[in-house]
């Protein structure tokens, strides 16, 4: 049963893989802690989904050994990192089923049997919780499960946990942290000491970067997906509005909120938009879905993807002062155009997007979309609860319990409520005529004088800039993006803290990425051109962790042996 299937394993000091498709060839690997004799097993930290569906059609372990490895995984490290909220007590019983289905000729498609974890704001109907990191949601009961939960168990997939975040997907304070909230402390992230993971994101971004799940979904309002994965060395993919569903996700913002895979490869990230995409009755948005139908996203993983194609960069979106922390991250992105250019594409420099240089642009009409949004879509959410704990029915309620419930640790000066106070100071909703004049302009700002305009008037198909640049004008507009790894902070870098000096938010090797981004349900031709360019960079793989798990599927296949 145990074949001969090993291809060039490179081992650098314990089991650090550096091969590909393991399952390709036939050389012997053995003597390494992810092999057992001539039976190689895909080290977890790499592993893509076609490794794992590899592994499991041969019999070489189960989804039971997965669930196993990955939890051992998450509890070497959570202790330190705390990127997970909460693990699925029946993802056990669910992988045995799963096994047992398979055993039997039965296959509910490529992400049969394989874990994966969530944001602790995408509802599950089990026994886990769905809180969004407060207090105000500990013990509520949904009505059901997100459609995005619902259609990953339909496709067979294992929701070993919910991940943490960033309170309330950051959207209750200016002054608190990223991947913190008041359930479950500080979420960090692995590539230096203290590294701020970034968000909302954040759990989601940490653990499937350490392989403690093949992947995870993170949820975007805006940056939520792409900088947590900017940040921990991941594929993101922020798809259009309207491409996921956001039925029983708490929500920010309807005009702009988004569910999304983070992943450690563009065709991971493409299976999993694949199952989570399509139309939804519960969410209106999705009917915006040309033609009501999804696109193969893993075809779309195409090697010369970048041929011929016309990439427009945006500089304005990236000026920096001089001595800006970020500024390491120039000369990497710019040496990737080469990249891009000898891959067959035609770079078209230093465009500009005159939206972004509008006055209104800065002029806050994006906090007043999201906090009109918010008031009208937080209180929608507590109302579809089949059991509210706190009777919390609106955001004014919500701010009571905040500031009256210890545990919260809500101060007038640290993690405090202003932006909630904001959006029940503004007098009005998502329903006034104030609230269509300043949406209407962002996206007149973000796509005729923004995304749009640009890809119009230069002919282009895609525009790049790197991660850090990248969220803002797409955010309003609605529009996708996809961010691959593109480099990290040299060696000689200063460590500079976040905002509250709780966290290291630029440090030596801290990843950073690069996106492709270009107008709304573009996301297959974005997935093509990324693919195209992590193929050729590979960069994931020069950028290691200081702290990972030991835990591999061998040391749980041997002992179940
Ligand atoms: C996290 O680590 C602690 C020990 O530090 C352990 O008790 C717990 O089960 C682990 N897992 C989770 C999901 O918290
Ligand atoms: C095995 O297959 C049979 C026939 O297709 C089906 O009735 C049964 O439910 C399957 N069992 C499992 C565990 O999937
Ligand atoms: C965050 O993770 C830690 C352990 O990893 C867990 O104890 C805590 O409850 C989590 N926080 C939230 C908000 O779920
Ligand atoms: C941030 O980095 C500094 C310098 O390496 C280190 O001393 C400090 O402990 C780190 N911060 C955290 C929160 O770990
Ligand atoms: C979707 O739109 C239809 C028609 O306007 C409306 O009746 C329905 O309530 C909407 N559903 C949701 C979930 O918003
Ligand atoms: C872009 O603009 C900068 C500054 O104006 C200039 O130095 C550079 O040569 C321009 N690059 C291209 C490709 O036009
Ligand atoms: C919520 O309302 C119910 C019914 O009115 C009441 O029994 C319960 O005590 C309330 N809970 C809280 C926390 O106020
Ligand atoms: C919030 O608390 C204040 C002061 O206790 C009270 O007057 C107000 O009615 C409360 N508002 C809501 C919506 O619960
Ligand atoms: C946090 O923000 C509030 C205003 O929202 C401000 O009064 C307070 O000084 C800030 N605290 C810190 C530590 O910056
Ligand atoms: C946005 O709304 C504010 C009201 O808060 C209004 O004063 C402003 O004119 C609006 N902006 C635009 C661009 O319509
Ligand atoms: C595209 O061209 C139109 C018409 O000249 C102009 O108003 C707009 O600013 C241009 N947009 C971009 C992004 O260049
Ligand atoms: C780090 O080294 C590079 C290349 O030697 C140099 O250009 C840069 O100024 C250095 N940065 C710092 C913060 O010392």
Not at 105 to 119: D, E, Q, V, W
Not at 425 to 451: C, K, M, R
Request: glycine share 8%; hydrophobic share 40%; proline share 6%.
């Amino acid at each position: 049963m145990r074949g001969i299937v090993c291809k060039i394993l490179a081992f650098a000091g314990t089991a650090t893989y550096l091969g590909q498709d393991i399952f390709a060839s036939a050389q012997v690997c053995s003597n390494s802690s992810t092999a057992i004799g001539n039976t190689p097993f895909p080290p977890l930290i790499e592993a893509t989904l076609e490794d794992l569906a590899k592994g499991l059609e041969l019999g070489l372990f189960t989804s039971v050994d997965l669930v196993n490895a990955y939890v051992a995984r998450i509890n070497e490290v959570n202790s330190t990192l705390h990127m997970v909220a909460q693990l699925n007590p029946d993802a056990l019983a669910i992988a045995a089923e799963l096994d047992a289905a398979r055993a039997n000729g039965t296959s509910y498609g490529p992400l049969h049997g394989i874990p994966i974890l969530i944001k602790n704001n995408i509802a599950t109907m089990d026994k886990m919780d769905n809180t969004a990191g407060s207090y105000a949601l500990l013990g509520a009961k949904v009505p059901g499960d997100a459609t995005v939960a619902a259609k990953l168990r339909k496709a067979g997939a294992i929701i070993l946990g919910k991940t943490n975040l960033s309170q309330w997907a950051n959207y209750r304070s200016y002054n608190t942290s990223n991947g913190w909230s008041a359930l479950g402390g500080q979420t960090q992230a692995a590539y230096y000491p203290g590294q701020d993971p970034s968000g909302s994101s954040s759990g989601s971004g940490v653990a499937s970067s350490l392989g403690l799940a093949l992947a995870a979904l993170g949820t975007e309002t805006d940056g939520s997906i792409v900088s947590p994965s900017d940040a921990n060395n991941l594929v993101g993919i922020k798809p259009s509005v309207g491409l996921t569903s956001r039925y029983l996700v708490i929500p920010i913002s309807e005009h702009q909120d988004t569910v999304g895979p983070m992943a450690r490869t563009v065709k991971d990230a493409a299976y999993i938009l694949s199952a989570i995409a399509g139309p939804d009755v519960n969410d209106n948005y999705t009917s915006a879905i040309p033609c009501g139908k999804v696109p193969d996203y893993v075809t779309a993983c195409d090697y010369f993807a970048l041929k011929g194609k016309r990439i427009g960069v945006p500089r304005n979106l990236m000026a920096l002062q001089a001595g800006d922390p970020l500024e390491p991250i120039i000369p990497v992105f710019n040496a990737a155009l080469d990249v891009l250019r000898a891959a067959g594409a035609t770079i078209v420099d230093n465009i500009t997007f005159p939206g972004f240089g509008d006055s209104d642009y800065h002029a806050n009409t994006e906090g007043i979309v999201l906090d009109a949004d918010f008031v009208v879509g937080i209180a929608r959410y507590f109302k579809s609860l089949a059991y509210n704990p706190n009777n919390i029915t609106s955001l004014a309620s919500l701010q009571n319990f905040t500031q009256s419930f210890p545990l919260e640790q809500w101060s007038p000066e640290l993690r405090d409520t202003a932006i909630w106070q904001e959006a029940l100071d503004l007098g009005f909703d998502n329903t006034s005529p104030e609230f269509w004049a300043n949406y209407t302009e962002q996206l007149y700002l973000a796509g005729p004088q923004g995304i749009t305009g640009a890809l119009a008037n230069y002919s282009l198909d895609a525009l790049v800039v790197p991660t850090a640049f990248s969220s803002t004008v797409p955010a309003r507009l609605g529009s996708p993006i996809v961010t691959v790894p593109l480099g990290r902070f040299p060696a000689n870098t200063t460590v500079v803290a976040n905002g509250i000096g709780t966290l290291n938010a630029t440090a030596p090797n801290v990843p950073f990425g690069i996106s492709f981004f270009a107008e709304r349900f573009s996301e297959e031709k974005l997935i093509g051109l990324a693919y195209a360019f992590e193929q050729r960079t590979l960069v994931r793989d020069s950028i290691v962790p200081y702290i990972q798990p030991k835990t591999e599927l061998v040391d749980v296949v041997s002992k179940r042996r």
